[in-house]
């Protein structure tokens, strides 16, 4: 899959504030021109000003970008040797960033980059991440296509983790398989290292992997996603290997109706805090509010969590091209927990569901 790398670089002309534009390895280097560099101690920075790429570069990571003809790009490279600094210089200098303002992701951009741009004489410094997400967060059809595919190859694994899992296996043993089946389907990656939950594991919503045995008749927990052409899926579902309780089946179904209630509401120029409402109201009359500990839903993209952020509160509209999670779920002490977790993506007239893996409780 061919993306506009292009297209997508001139959008940052359109940054207010900003002169020249920096940008380390990560999501938005991957996005701007497809380029995958470790963020280690050697630094590599992408430059955009006057509508022009350069790059400050150690000399041994040039080849990957003269093996790209599509990337016009000024050189500006260094060796461990001499060290790095001379090629700040060289670049402000050269690119004029002296005379104005460079703005940065102040959540990516490490304290030792920004102090050599300091050094260099970088006119003023501006946090400018709250507009890249922004542009990031519309997605062209080739992006949510990606992700398609990404969630084809996960509920497929899925699908047969499951029909393969049974009490007396440990979480680890569950989410090995997971993982392995994920490879098997096509998918290049995780998306991030899958969520197994047995029993009352299943009511810490950011919980880890342990070597707890899944017994019958309780809660199993997975979130997972693999990835395809660097885009991910993120999927939840919540199973019962046995026969569940009274109780177990009642918080499901409030987090199924409250699952259901937020992908209902979601539409070009719903605030995002509606859609959270939607869910909560939902899960409140049913008499777990106290037990819907987080958001929503978040942004999916090059990064698992990204914008838009469908949380209480949040006056962000929803917009055609946006790609989001809707996740609600119960978390109850002692007991254990539910999250549904579907992909959503936004049309011109209302809202696509992604997924398509079953929603019912499935049991047995």
Known sequence: MN?????????LNAIDGVDAVAIVPGANMVYFTGLHFHLSERPVLLLWSEGQLSFIIPELEVPKLTIRPDIEARIFAWSDTDGYEAAFNEAVKALKLDQGTLGVDGQSMRVFESMAFQTAGTGKIANIGRDLLNIRAIKTPQEVDAMRE?????????????????PGM????IGMELSRLLIVAGSQEEAFAPLIQTGPNSALPHGFITDRILGADEF???????KSEGYPADITRTFCLGTPSDE????????LAGNQAGIAAAGPGVACGDVDKATRDVITAAGYGEYFIHRTGHGLGLEGHELPQVASGVKEV?????????????YVPGL?????????TITENGAEVLTQYPRQLSVG
């Open 220 to 226: 199993l927990l997975i979130d997972f996603g693999g």
């Open 170 to 173: 440990t979480e680890r043993e």
């Open 336 to 344: 254990g927990g539910v999250r549904i977790e579907d992909n959503i």
């Open 318 to 330: 929803l917009q055609p091209g946006m790609v989001f999670t809707v996740e609600p779920g119960i």
């Open 150 to 166: 990404a969630i084809r190859m996960s509920e497929l694994a899925l699908g047969q983790v499951v029909a393969w899992a049974k």
């Open 3 to 11: 993306f506009d790398y292009l297209t997508r670089q001139a959008k």
């Open 248 to 255: 177990m089946v009642k918080i499901y179904n409030a987090v």
